[in-house]
């Protein structure tokens, strides 16, 4: 008998999995089963999981088990080739189904089994997966260099219960799709280490608000006004502690809910305003047009651009709507300035030290390279003011020096982002006008429309005049003060130079860092 004759041929009724690959995959699949399995118990059972258990048990090991599936199929698919390449079959050795036959019934059996609580696990992964991929912990942890900023500022806003998607994705598979291509190019930059630093804004291809934010805010049922109570101390020895009050004329856009004047009357309800800018951050904006309810229409245009009718007509035309003011409604980076008075007003920093007011905003404005560097730096600052001007104090008040420190570091911790280069002053936020333009990106006095009508700079057209005087309890209505509301007298009131007139809060209030005073402060 020839050598050829003594190798055993297999019989088509062997079956295709009879081979190296096959196995390896069937090991890969049920391996990964197994431990999956395992992750989703410690998932469960462990208080506080690593935000990568989830990456790995809905992403990473299913992928690995599909992947040990189809190399078993794969297997079966060349060992059938080889068969009827060798002639070990007659026929080609596919598999067959003979439920008469008890062996068949058997297989059979075994594969129904087999494949449903396969297909489960599938499902099950598959799901887990899709709700995994739509949550805080995979949009805000696992790039964690990446979105440390973003996701730091989410967890301090008032969105901080509100998922990531339920803003930047909203419902439907539409866009759902598209937040995953978007979501795949932005990790190919992660890898590769090509993203952008800081994220640029505004996000293109934002989906509309109407379609995400007014789910949950209804514009066309605003109406009325809003207190605000802003706490605030001087830059003085005795940290004077003052509070600025004034009504918002939230108002609406609603006719049919009394008068549409106020903040909303912009939404697009019963009025529609069209604009164009000049930059990608939308903070210069040369020219818009505003349809009223009555069918009007009045197009503006800024008498100080140097563009021309033609420039103007070829930029992009936007319509607007709540994110060209809530630009920053989850993102937000509060300046020093405002942080440092709202840590003294909940007690957080002690604010009858000294100097303290002045002493925290200088210390955490002051440039860092790193966090670790900021830390360190923000300790010395304030422990040296102390030591220099008052050092009796470091040893009768070293704990309250201390949490003033611990609590100029949070400030920091929240707002500045050295990696990433991402401070208070990186984004504009368009909400009010005191540290950014805001709203005097249109209403300037210097955007006129073609019939002459000029869109003033009022401070009532969207708020009462501000009352400053003592601290009053949250929800008091301040009666009226005779102190003047801002500390120092307004420049148009007393410098007769040509321009000083045009000076707009953000002027002098410039992100975060204190007021100019004196004419040093702009003419170095």
Known sequence: MSEQQDVKQPSPSEGLYRNSMSYFGGLITVGTAVLILFAIIGELTIIQPSPYVGIITYMVF??????????????????????????????????????????????FAYGIV????????????????????????????ICHGVMKPEYTAYTHSPHARVPCVDCHV?????????????????VIATVFDTYDR???????????????????????????????????????????????SLLLRTGGGNPARGSSAGIHWHMVMANKVTFAASDDKRQVIPWFKVEGIDGTERVYKAENTNLTDEQIAALPKRTMDCMDCHNRPSHAYPPPEGSVDHAMAVNEMPDDLP?????????????????????????????????????????????????????????????????????????????????????????????????????????TLCHTMPQRGARVPLG????????????????????????????LCHDCHAAGFRPRKTCVSCHK
């Open 114 to 141: 087999s494949g449903g609580v396969l297909l489960l696990v599938f499902a099950w992964v598959g799901y887990n997966g899709y709700l995994f991929t739509g949550s805080v912990t995979f949009c805000g942890k």
């Open 198 to 244: 800081p994220i640029k804004t505004p996000i293109a291809h934002l989906r509309p608000a109407r379609e995400t934010c007014e789910h949950c805010h209804w514009p066309e049922k605003f109406f009325g006004a809003a207190l605000k109570q802003i706490p605030h101390y001087r830059y003085d020895e005795q940290n004077t502690p003052e509070q600025i």
């Open 355 to 459: 100097w303290i007011k002045q002493v925290a905003v200088d210390a955490v404005s002051t440039p860092y390279g790193t966090t670790e560097e900021a830390r360190a730096g923000i300790r010395a600052a304030i422990e040296g003011f102390y030591r220099e001007k008052y050092p009796q104090l470091l040893e009768t008040r070293k704990q309250d020096i201390d949490r003033a420190i611990a609590a100029c570091q949070a400030i920091f911790d929240r707002s500045v982002f050295p990696e990433m280069k991402v401070n208070w002053t990186t984004y504009p936020n368009n909400i009010g006008h005191r540290h950014w333009p805001g709203c005097f990106r249109c209403h300037d006095d210097r955007h006129v429309a073609n019939d002459g009508k000029r869109l003033s700079t009022s401070c």
């Open 476 to 503: 008091d209505v301040m009666p009226a003060s005779d102190v003047d509301w801002h500390p120092w007298d307004m420049p148009s009131k007393t410098v007769a130079v040509e321009g000083h007139d045009r000076l």
């Open 62 to 107: 299913p992928s690995i088990m599909f992947s040990g599936f189809v190399l078993m199929l794969w297997g079966m698919r060349r060992e059938a080739v080889r068969r009827k390449k060798d002639g070990a079959a007659k026929q080609l050795p596919y598999p067959r189904l003979d439920l008469n036959d008890p062996r068949h019934r058997k297989r």
């Open 170 to 186: 909203g419902s439907g598979a539409s866009w759902f799709v598209q937040s995953k291509i978007s979501g795949s190019r932005q």
